[in-house]
């Protein structure tokens, strides 16, 4: 190559670099590099991390926060003494670390202090609002049996949501029903690409962790993930309504409200492109996971339909419909889906696969109708279940049925599942194509393909 082609070249690749800096300074406003450098700049000079320290009796606002001793006496940063006084100071892309101890309501949170944590404040994309324990201490979140939720998400108040909220590595509980009204561990309104990772939630006369009004009036609220919690001895586990929603590695159980078992799930409602993923789900007292699981028509569901294109993958799922000191249990299926109610459309393209559902007190898993005679001409695409093991699922002391698959009314496709000694009725109009599915001792299936 001649020197004036390398040349030539060299001058090219120079202007098209200076154009494009040229270009990113002509189209992006001043404000807003301004502000975005001067959000890296904090994160970066350690302004992102403040404390909350129970054991100060007054807060540390000049940055004289000291880790060692926990008191006003050193330079370690800025420290509050309840997290709900940090939470009405942080902004997107600080992390609240919190000291260990055990935090009650207060009385600046929600509807008169009924919260231990109420968040408004927005985090930005890249920039969380962390909360979180601090170096692994034990730190608990209890609101002593009042009527609020522990830790309150809400997004109601924004035009575009409290978004971009990570609550990580604490102890959640508390929380007492008055009549219909239930309080939760975590609830959430309005938010999207919030994490809930690392916490045991227990003994809120609610859902562990609800995710409300997500995929209905406002769709466009989901994006969230729930991830390697401990989630149990509540009414119900998760509830997470929003869409392309992720949760992952949960341990889920011993669910149960005495009052209503068949509301205790322990994983039960989700939006549109969600994974259930790798959790443990197991002794609560309706059905381990219930998915989609609207049930009948929500007042606040505007799609019309049931949520879709669902993945529920590698879950291990086993005595569901268990009793509280002998009381009434619920429905008892390790894995139902497609509940489908008057009122909503049915829906489809959900993949099932590779769970593990066994020992369940009524069925492995159960398809409950996704379309109604009604709609013949509504057919929605098929559900696929492949690669799922079942097995020793019926509780035959009690009268229960011995089914390891059953499924009414649905548009299936069943490939390479394995299922030990079930009636496995599947029956009715069905369109259900068999392609290599094992089911051991089973009665005939009724199969009309089309």
Same mark, same amino acid.
């Given at each position: +190559? ?14 098209? *670099? ?17 502000? &975005? ?87 930005? %994309? ?65 938010? &999207? ?44 586990? *998760? ?21 209503? %078992? ?104 159960? *398809? ?65 194509? +068999? ?10 299936? *009724?199969?009309?393909?089309?």
């Amino acid at each position: +190559m001649s020197k004036f082609l390398s040349y030539s070249l060299l001058i090219l690749l120079f202007l098209i *670099v200076i154009g494009g800096f040229s270009f990113y300074w002509r189209v992006t406003p001043k404000s807003l590099v301004e502000n &975005r450098s001067s959000q890296l700049a904090q994160v970066g000079s350690g302004v992102n991390t403040v404390y909350v320290d129970g054991q100060l009796s007054t807060d540390c606002l000049a940055g004289n926060y000291s880790i060692q001793q926990r008191d006003c006496s050193g330079s370690d940063g800025t420290a509050y003494a309840h997290p709900q006084l940090a939470a009405l100071a942080v902004s997107a892309g600080q992390t609240v670390l919190i000291r260990g101890g055990t935090y009650l309501t207060h009385p600046r949170s929600s509807n008169g202090g009924k919260n231990v944590l109420w968040v408004t404040t927005t985090g930005l %994309p890249g920039l969380p609002i962390r909360f979180e324990n601090y170096n692994g201490e034990r730190v608990v979140f209890d609101n002593q049996r009042t009527e609020g939720s522990v830790i309150y998400i809400d997004g109601r108040n924004r035009g575009d949501g409290t978004n971009y909220i990570e609550i990580v590595g604490l102890i959640i509980t508390g929380g007492a029903a008055r009549g219909d009204t239930l309080p939760h561990g975590i609830h959430v309104r309005q938010s &999207r690409y919030d994490l809930v990772e690392r916490n045991e939630i227990y003994g809120v006369e609610g859902v562990g962790v609800l995710f409300d009004e997500q995929g209905g009036i406002y769709p466009e609220y989901g994006h969230n993930t729930i991830r390697r919690n401990n989630i149990h001895d509540n009414y119900s586990g *998760v509830i997470a309504r929003g869409d392309y929603t992720l949760i992952e590695k949960n341990h889920i159980h011993h669910n149960i409200r005495a009052t209503k %078992p068949g509301d205790s799930d322990g994983i039960g409602s989700v939006g549109d492109f969600s994974i259930i993923r790798g959790n443990v789900v197991h002794n609560n007292s309706d059905d381990n996971i219930d998915a989609p699981g609207l049930g009948s028509k929500p007042p606040w569901y505007t799609k019309g339909r049931e949520p879709e294109n669902i993945i529920i993958e590698n879950n291990v799922l086993f005595q569901a419909g268990h009793a509280y000191d002998g009381g009434p249990e619920g429905d008892g299926s390790g894995l139902k889906s497609g509940t489908h109610e008057g009122g909503i459309l049915p829906s489809g393209a959900n993949i099932i696969r590779y769970n593990i559902s066994f020992q369940n007190d009524l069925r492995g898993i159960e *398809v409950a109708g996704n379309y109604r005679d009604i709609e013949r001409d509504q057919l929605p695409p098929p559900n696929l279940y492949y690669g799922n093991t079942i097995f020793d699922n019926g509780d035959l002391d009690e009268g229960g049925a011995i089914d390891g698959f059953y499924s009414e009314d649905a548009d299936l496709i069943l490939f390479n599942n394995i299922s030990r000694n079930p009636n496995n009725q599947i029956f009715r109009d069905v369109r259900t194509t +068999m392609v290599g599915s094992k089911f051991s001792k089973s009665r005939p299936v *009724v199969c009309q393909c089309r």
